[in-house]
């Protein structure tokens, strides 16, 4: 095809290098690029002593050297050239500076080995807990800066093929740190893997809560599709769900019921996206507006997620058993709304407990290690999202997810949904 194009493959100008990187720059507006690494703290030593053969000097130098390796990845990912941060890690862990073209070399001048910390004290600085407690949180500081720069918002539309490099870049991060620190001791490769496992996952997360925004966007502009949602949200028994509800959440009825009208209002209203995300950023305001400044504030926040997640179930099934024909917009509208109050409450957490959000969806990320098969959940979501528009009956087989198994009257959206999913998982 090139050759008929071009006249000749001698003639033609367009090399795949070329054409990759073409398509980086018309990226380029979709990402902030005005971004810059955040300042890293110093590492507090505390009354630890220095392992032998250690100086204060050699900390500072890992500092410097560390930083700017930090700040090199983050001008890689910001051209969008996610394939040599696999060289830089290379680099870095190997202890060889890089040469022009991005490979490692020998080092041969007093210049280089400045540049450098010999193999056998950069694996005895990591093992040495101040220094890797401090690593952590600069790997968190980066990054956090990294998914700012590449989803800077998450509601915003963004090309399937921005979104699908993204996704595989996340799928590589673990392979490439692993082979990279092949010669670091088990302890330190698995601190540093679950920060970059907690930032593949943000990834992931953040790319799939856009591609939901995007479906859900062309419902949210279809007049006939809300008026239906209307009319069944109507037929709900709204008494009932806060009755079967209520023994499990212990929820105050009166927020309940306000909640309710305010869906229902603003629903009617035929708001827009962006005017949801508003409605959603005030429910969690209120909600945990009375924990603010209190330590029980991330376990109110969590609290509020397993009950809003809860609740909103509970008219799913009620819709459910009505076989109301808006079924597939709510259950579209329901998953991008459930996603939607993870990443808020997620941030609400790292702004009360001063952490980045990478940090705290890292809090847990030991128990996943020592769990391979939570490695592969992210999967798992995908394939089940892909089902969203499959043409199974609601009534075949009653052990089968309602996901799987419910029609989705939304052609076009979820049609584009299911091929990101498949192509993505």
């Known amino acids: 095809m090139s050759d008929s194009l071009c006249g000749s493959s001698q003639h033609c100008s367009s ?29 507090d030593l505390g009354t630890q002593p220095l392992p032998e053969r250690m100086s204060m000097s050699d900390i500072k130098k890992l500092q410097t050297l560390y930083r700017g390796h930090c700040e090199a990845t983050l001008d890689v990912v910001m051209n969008l050239h996610f ?17 022009s073209d991005g490979s490692t070399t020998i080092s041969n001048s007093d210049d280089d080995l400045e540049r450098v910390i010999p193999r056998e004290k950069l694996v005895a600085l990591c093992k040495y807990e101040p220094v890797r407690v ?18 800077p918002d998450v509601l915003r539309p963004v ?26 001791p088990q302890d330190v490769v698995r601190t540093k893997v679950a920060v970059v496992s907690a930032f593949a996952q943000t990834l ?20 006939s599709q809300i008026n239906q949602m209307l009319s069944d949200l109507n037929r709900v028994d709204f008494a009932n769900v806060q009755e079967q509800a209520s023994w499990v959440c212990q929820c105050d009825e009166s927020v309940v019921q306000r909640l309710e009208q305010d869906f229902k209002v603003t629903l009617q209203q035929q ?123 609601v009534s075949s087989g009653p052990a089968e997810p309602a996901v799987k198994r419910e029609r989705i009257e939304i052609s076009h959206p979820l049609q584009e949904m299911d091929f990101f999913f498949l192509h993505c998982s």
């Open 15 to 43: 090399t795949p290098e070329q054409s990759v990187a073409a398509q980086s720059q018309q990226h380029q507006q979709y990402i902030d690029t005005s971004h810059s690494l955040p300042p890293f703290p110093s590492p």
């Open 83 to 99: 394939h040599y941060v696999e060289n830089l890690w290379q680099t870095f862990w190997n202890s060889a500076p890089p040469s």
């Open 204 to 223: 992931r997360r953040y790319t799939s809560l856009n591609h939901l925004a995007q479906a859900a966007r062309a419902v949210l502009q279809n007049t």
């Open 134 to 151: 401090w690593m952590r949180s600069c790997d968190h500081i980066l990054y956090q800066a990294l998914v700012e720069i590449l989803i």
């Open 271 to 393: 708001s827009s996206l962006d005017q949801w995300a508003t409605w959603l950023d005030n429910v969690v305001s209120q909600v945990l507006k009375p924990h603010q400044g209190s330590p029980s504030f991330p376990k109110a926040a969590r609290q509020f997620l397993l009950k809003w997640s809860f609740y909103s179930s509970m008219v799913i099934r009620d819709l459910t058993l009505r076989s109301a024909a808006s079924f597939g917009s709510f259950h579209l509208i329901r998953l991008l709304y459930d996603e939607y109050m993870f990443y808020l409450v997620e941030h609400r957490v790292a702004q009360a407990t001063g952490e980045t959000p990478i940090a705290v969806m890292g809090e847990f990320s030991d128990l996943s290690s020592m769990m391979p098969s939570l490695m592969e959940k992210d999967a798992s979501f995908s394939d089940e999202m892909s089902n969203l528009g499959s043409d199974a009956d």
């Open 159 to 184: 090309p399937s093929t921005l979104t699908q490099a993204i996704r595989n870049f996340a799928k590589s991060l673990e392979g490439w740190l692993t082979t990279a620190m092949t010669s670091f």
